[in-house]
């Protein structure tokens, strides 16, 4: 019973510390500059990028357009039922946006943040590029950092400032989902 008083209250302040790590999110010095831009994979839906992910791939072509970066990285698999592979429709909405189409390097077999790092890294390698910025929502890159880090990837965070998690209602699920995966990562390194 008396452990159960220490135990209880050490775990609940350990994964309290956790959260509130992950919710203060890496940034990277203003105006940072890379060779490319790894744009995490999220939802695609009948072909297109899920409103979260239109935010990443959005956020990307700025960083293209103020000429921060030279390259898109996309990355994501197709998932179950989709009619296009995440990286695919993100290529698609980029061009739509104006990148040219050289600019644009995709990979379609990830299905994971350590997938799609692994493959952006080797796209980097295969074309001679050596840093990039990462891209994804503030609540993801905290463990987006960390496995670049474990990668040996030359990378700057750059969380989307218009993330679609603005409500503590939409943030907690994904925050507690983030202190989750954060513990996967550190115990099994994925």
Not at 19 to 44: M, Q, R, S
Not at 54 to 71: P, S
Not at 166 to 176: D, E, I, M, N
Request: glycine residues 8%; contains cysteine; charged residues 20%.
């Amino acid at each position: 019973m008396k452990l159960r008083r220490i135990i209880i209250p050490l775990l609940c302040g350990w994964l309290g510390a956790i959260a509130v790590w992950i919710y203060d999110t890496p940034t990277a010095p203003p105006g940072a500059e890379a060779d490319a831009a790894i744009v995490l994979g999220a939802a695609v839906s009948e072909g297109e990028p899920s409103p979260v992910f239109a935010e990443r791939i959005n956020h990307a072509i700025a960083l293209y357009d103020e000429g921060r970066v030279q390259h898109l990285i996309f990355t994501g698999a197709q998932g179950e039922g989709d009619s296009l592979a995440e990286s695919e429709a993100a290529r698609d909405m980029a061009l739509e946006a104006g990148v040219p189409p050289e600019a644009i390097l995709i990979e379609t077999e990830s299905v994971t943040t350590m997938h799609n790092l692994v493959e952006a890294q080797l796209l980097m390698r295969d074309a001679g590029l050596e840093d990039a910025l990462i891209v994804s929502d503030p609540l993801h890159m905290r463990r987006a950092m960390e496995m670049a880090e474990a990668l040996g990837l030359d990378a700057q965070p750059s969380a989307t400032q218009t993330t679609r998690y603005q409500t503590w209602g939409a943030k907690a699920p994904f925050l507690a989902r983030e202190v989750y995966f954060m513990h996967h990562f550190w115990l099994f390194g994925e």
